[in-house]
Every structure is written in structure tokens, then in C-alpha cells.
């Protein structure tokens, strides 16, 4: 918690300083979208909807435990629950509107932040900011429990994520830790723009999470599907991470 919030007050220390490094011309909504200036932006954009699935990560999950008798492995042996499925698609469904919403907006200079849209000189942005930096604050510590567990399960069996842990998992469960530590380290330590660490994390973080491992621990299960969304989840990390790179 204390290395976060010090690079989050050294980045929006640097943002403070620095009020021209915002693109001003983003500020301007855009009145009528022309979705034939869009193509070349809504790669950029795709973080936004990627996040808009968030509440499918333990999907997998929650639909062994709540569908197959205790210890039982493989495939539940009855359907998933319709408030399950209904709950999941209203997620999907408010986070996909908000993200259209976005970038209908500001079209052509969307961005995966859309604070960085604004003068950073701004008040009420300046307020945001900061509240975006305590979500953040909290929401890490679950963000990075979740790929560690995740890919854990994946690479390890169930057993990872028992209590008590087992003892022979222990080295495989701080060197996860981390790696997920390490490489928030590295893009700390590479300087990039904000910009470009919130679309870096919803290329690779959001998709690996909300497609890949769940997908992937699926397949693995026996679901089909699984492996479709496993293939969907690393063709949109592809295509982000590259959009998020050229910018």
C-alpha cells in the first residue's frame, strides 16, 4: 500500500506540474459522431469495454460452487442460476452503455482515462483524480489478489486457493505475489505516460482476467466455451496492447 500511494502521488505530482502535457483539443465534445474517423480509435477505446465484463472474472467460480455438489469435479451437473446470469448481463450491459457513452463523446481523442481528457488545472477534475487515486488504492489489493489466485488455480489445481494453504505451495504463492509486484515495478520504473499504464491495464490485466484465466480454467474443467473465450480474451490483449502502444 505504501509503494502505491508513492507512485501515485510522484505521477499526479508530475500531472499537477505540468497542466500542458493534457491534449487541450480532447476537451471539446464532439457534437455528431462520425464512425468514419472512429476506426483508427477504437482500438485505443477497447479498454473501456473490456472492463465492461469485469463481473464475469468468477464466473467459473461461482457457477461450480453454487452448481456441483461439494468436491465434485468437472462440469456442474445442473444449470447455473438465472439470478446469476441475469446480474452478469446487467453488469455487462451499464458498463457497456457508460463506455459508449465516453467515447461517443469524445470520439476521435478518446482516451483509455478519460480524465486525462480534461485540463488537469481543472478543480472538479483535480477532485476526480484524486478520488480515482483512492478506488485505486483499494481496489489493488483485490485486483492483484484475483490474478494471483486465478492463475494460481490455473497453473496449480484448486489446492492453491484452499485454506489453509498447503505448505508445498508456498514458495509458488510469494513468487506469484511477486511477479505481480514486480511488474507494476517495471512500468513504474519505464515513467509512462498515465494514459498508457491505465490502457496497459486493461489490455493485459482486464483481458487476462476477465477472458483468459477464467476461459482457460474453464476449458480445463471441460467447458467448451471455455476455450472460445480463452481465444476471444488473447486476441482482444493483442489488438489493445497495440493500439495502447502506438498512441
Do not use: H
Amino acid at each position: 500500500v505504501f509503494y502505491l500511494t508513492s507512485i501515485l502521488a510522484y505521477r499526479y505530482s508530475q500531472y499537477l506540474s505540468n497542466p500542458s502535457s493534457v491534449d487541450p483539443s480532447a476537451s471539446t465534445p464532439c457534437p455528431v459522431v462520425k464512425w468514419n474517423l472512429q476506426a483508427s480509435s477504437i482500438l485505443q477505446a477497447l479498454p473501456l469495454f473490456c472492463f465492461a465484463f469485469n463481473c464475469q472474472v468468477q464466473y467459473p467460480t461461482i457457477r461450480s460452487s453454487s452448481s456441483s455438489p461439494p468436491g465434485s469435479p468437472g462440469p456442474p451437473s445442473v444449470p447455473q442460476s438465472p439470478l446469476i446470469l441475469s446480474t452478469m448481463s446487467t453488469c455487462a450491459i451499464i458498463y457497456s452503455i457508460s463506455a459508449a457513452s465516453g467515447y461517443s463523446t469524445f470520439c476521435v481523442s478518446t482516451s483509455s482515462n478519460v480524465l486525462d481528457a480534461y485540463p488537469s488545472s481543472d478543480p472538479l477534475i483535480l477532485a476526480a483524480r484524486w478520488a480515482f487515486a483512492v478506488v485505486l488504492l483499494c481496489s489493488y489489493p483485490l485486483y492483484s489478489t484475483a490474478i494471483v489466485r486465478d492463475l494460481g488455480e490455473y497453473l496449480y489445481g484448486p489446492s492453491f486457493n484452499s485454506l489453509p494453504p498447503p505448505p508445498s505451495l508456498a514458495p509458488a504463492r510469494w513468487s506469484l505475489s511477486a511477479l505481480v509486484v514486480l511488474s507494476m515495478s517495471c512500468i513504474a520504473y519505464l515513467d509512462p505516460p498515465l494514459t498508457t499504464i491505465t490502457g496497459l491495464t486493461g489490455a493485459v490485466g482486464g483481458s487476462a482476467l476477465v477472458y483468459v484465466l477464467p476461459g482457460a480454467i474453464a476449458w480445463e474443467a471441460g467447458w467448451k466455451a471455455g476455450g472460445i473465450m480463452t481465444a476471444a480474451g488473447g486476441t482482444v490483449m493483442i489488438m489493445t496492447t497495440w493500439a495502447v502502444l502506438k498512441q
